[in-house]
């Protein structure tokens, strides 16, 4: 069992890290830096749109992968009779979901707007995808504030 259980902490750690690296360097590093290396805007929202074609697809299987083998270690350290442990726990599993609906919505709403957008509309675009992109990393944050907080307390 102790094997399973650190290759699932293993599973779960590397698949957030992943979630959590892509969103973070693509906000605070590509973005902006793509952004000044432009003359036109039209290029940066082409270019910007190039480099996250069929990412999605990548994207929401790392959060598949971190949201099951979540679930799994759930199930392997369950302690019902901890009811902090099971607030920590009801939470992060909301800041997942929350997470996954917040990627759904900028994947298969936002982007294809902005993709189709009109340049007058770039910078509206361009203004809302900067605050999703930043909510992403809150949560992401969040994530795994709330599970190193979870193992804190399972092992008190």
């Avoid at 259980?5 to 906000?27: C, D, K, N, P």
Wanted: with cysteine; glycine share 8%; proline share 1%.
């Amino acid at each position: 069992m102790k094997t399973l259980e650190q290759f699932l902490f293993w599973v779960h750690g590397m698949s957030a890290a992943a979630w959590f690296g892509a969103i973070f360097y693509r906000t605070l590093v590509i973005d902006g830096k793509a952004y000044t290396f432009f003359d036109k805007q039209a290029d940066y929202e082409h270019f910007s749109t190039h480099l996250a074609h069929n990412m999605r697809y990548f994207v929401t299987a790392g959060l598949l992968v971190c949201g099951l083998s979540g679930f799994a270690l759930v199930g392997l350290k369950w302690d019902g009779s901890n009811i902090a442990w099971l607030a920590l726990m009801t939470a992060k599993a909301s800041v997942w979901l929350a997470a996954c609906v917040l990627f759904t919505y900028v994947s298969w709403v936002h982007w294809p707007w902005r993709a189709c957008a009109a340049p007058d509309e770039f910078a509206r675009y361009r203004t809302q995808g900067q605050r999703l992109a930043l909510g992403m990393v809150a949560l992401a944050g969040t994530g795994f504030a709330l599970g190193q907080a979870c193992r804190a307390i399972a092992s008190v």
